[in-house]
Each structure stands twice: as structure tokens, then as C-alpha cells.
């Protein structure tokens, strides 16, 4: 076993997406700060309607995938292939852009807390172009492990346990993709295996962490992506407080090909950017 040390941090800033929803971005906040085949990480999470009620207006993708994790309120999300979905607490929804998809994902709720995520996972330049795919994951769907310090929600990939091995309803992606939400409890730890290769990175976003080893663990503030170093296994520690933490764990399996990206469009070239404007101002993007 070859322990992970946290090897650097990327801050979340303040941005505004879609039709002025204030969020915070990490990772792809540049086009330098990603982690093949991670292109993105926002975290959405206000009390105040005003910082999300205008939501995710309809707009294209193409050439990637997005996963949006809910943690308090609700979305509606709705595309050009008459997919429908109801984003609640506790779920998710796994949309495969693919060679197309016009979406919009808008808020059900005109007060209360909104909380959640949402990051982009790049596809293979084999897979850009296949049929676009949505799947909406209910909060049933998404086993929870209890271990002896944590409670894990598995949404891809797999958790061990004495019992064997606990799956997410997330298969069959070519990345390989692990996607967990981890609540430590007050000076608990966790370890999750991770094929030698993969990229990796943790975000806490309630209370701060340790990362790596014994004697060697190194901070980590909430709201910051923690990028991890290679080797089989993270191991993640709460920090000091009394309430523990939670964080999501994420990893796959990295392309090592060329990024080309114009805002909603991930291609590898710049001649397949320019196809996919093309295309979308004609009104066949997909």
C-alpha cells in the first residue's frame, strides 16, 4: 500500500454561471488549473433565492460529462431529447453530453437552501461523438456505507467493506470514475483504495482535513481542492473540531490527450470547436 500525500491546493473563487447563480469554482477556474479527465468542480450554496432563483437557463454541450450532486434543495432538469428530471436532496443526475445536448437545470424552490455540486468529466476523443445520454439518480438509488468513523454515500465506483464490496449506481464509464461524499465524524479517518495511476482529488466542504500519513499529514482547508499524489490509497482525516467533516473523494482514470475548450464545447482540436459553434448556430448540434 502506497499512501496519497496531498500534493497542492486549488482555491475555490467566487464566480457567476448560467443566468447569475453564485458559485464557487475550483477546479477549471483557468484552463491550467484541471485534472485530467477532470475539467471542472463547482459548489452552488446559498440561503438567499437571489444568488440562484434565475438557475441554468437552456444552453448546449458537447464532448464531456456532467454530474450534478444535491445536498439540500431542488432542481428540475430538462434537454432538446425530452429527458426530465427531478435533481432532489441526496441525489444526482449523470448527463453524457456526447456529440450534443441543449439543457437547462432550474430551481423548484423560490426560498430555502440550495447546496450542491457540479463537475465535468472530459470524454475520450472516441467518445465525443457518440449519442448524448442523461440519467437522473434518486437519493435511494445511492447506497450508504457505515463504517467505524464515517457514513459514505457511493454515487461511482466502489467502497470495501467487511462485508464486500458496496458499488454506486454509476457504471460503465470509461474513466473509471469514483465518486464519494464522506461525513467524518470528530477525529475519525477513512481510506479508500484508488488504482495507482488515477487522478485524484478531495474537497471538504464542511469542516477542514488532514491528508497522507501519519506524521506527515498536511491541511486542508474547507472549500479547497486538495490534488493528490500518486499511489493505491487516500487516507483522509478529520481536522480539529468538534464536528467533524465532510467532503466529496473523487478519481479516474486520466486521457492524456489534447484539451481544446470554448466555454460549453470540450473538444481536442480547434477545427472540432469551430464545427461544434458551426453547428449550433444551425441549430444541429445534435
Known amino acids: 500500500m502506497t499512501l496519497r500525500s496531498l500534493q497542492h491546493i486549488i482555491p475555490s473563487i467566487p464566480v457567476s454561471d448560467g443566468a447569475g ?8 477556474q483557468s484552463q491550467g488549473l ?22 441554468f437557463p437552456p444552453h448546449p454541450h458537447r464532448g464531456f460529462e456532467t454530474v450534478t450532486y444535491m445536498l439540500a434543495g431542488d432542481f428540475e432538469h430538462q434537454d432538446h431529447l425530452g429527458n426530465k428530471g427531478h435533481l432532489r436532496a441526496g441525489g444526482a443526475q449523470w448527463m453524457t453530453a456526447g456529440k450534443g445536448i441543449i439543457h437547462s437545470e432550474m430551481p423548484l424552490q423560490k426560498e430555502g437552501r440550495l447546496h450542491g455540486f457540479q463537475f465535468w468529466i472530459n470524454l475520450p476523443a472516441r467518445e465525443k461523438m457518440k449519442p448524448a445520454g442523461y440519467r437522473d439518480i434518486q437519493p435511494e438509488e ?37 465518486f464519494l461524499d464522506v461525513r467524518l465524524d470528530a477525529g475519525g ?66 486521457l492524456g490527450e489534447p484539451v481544446v ?9 480547434r477545427e472540432e470547436i469551430e464545427q461544434a459553434l458551426d453547428e449550433y448556430r444551425r441549430g444541429v448540434l445534435a
Do not use: W
Not at 464515517?150 to 469514483?178: D, R
Open 21 to 28: 447563480v453564485k458559485l464557487r469554482r475550483s477546479l477549471g
Open 34 to 55: 484541471r485534472l485530467d479527465p477532470f475539467l471542472m468542480l463547482d459548489e452552488f450554496a446559498s440561503d438567499n433565492p437571489d444568488d440562484y432563483i434565475a438557475g
Open 142 to 178: 445511492i447506497p450508504t456505507v457505515a463504517l467505524a468513523d464515517a457514513q459514505v454515500k457511493v454515487v461511482a465506483g466502489e467502497v470495501i467493506t467487511a462485508n464486500g464490496p458496496v458499488t454506486g449506481p454509476i457504471q460503465g464509464i470509461s474513466t473509471a470514475p469514483l
Open 189 to 254: 479517518s477513512f481510506e479508500q483504495a484508488i488504482p495507482e495511476g488515477h487522478s485524484a482529488f478531495v474537497y471538504p466542504y464542511a469542516g477542514s482535513l488532514l491528508i497522507g500519513a501519519d506524521g506527515q499529514q498536511k491541511p486542508l482547508p474547507a472549500r479547497q481542492a486538495g490534488v493528490l499524489s500518486n499511489g493505491t490509497t487516500a487516507r483522509v482525516s478529520a481536522g480539529a473540531g468538534a464536528d467533524g467533516a465532510c467532503f466529496l473523494l473523487l478519481a479516474a482514470r486520466p
Open 261 to 269: 475548450q470554448y466555454g460549453p464545447f470540450v473538444m481536442n482540436t
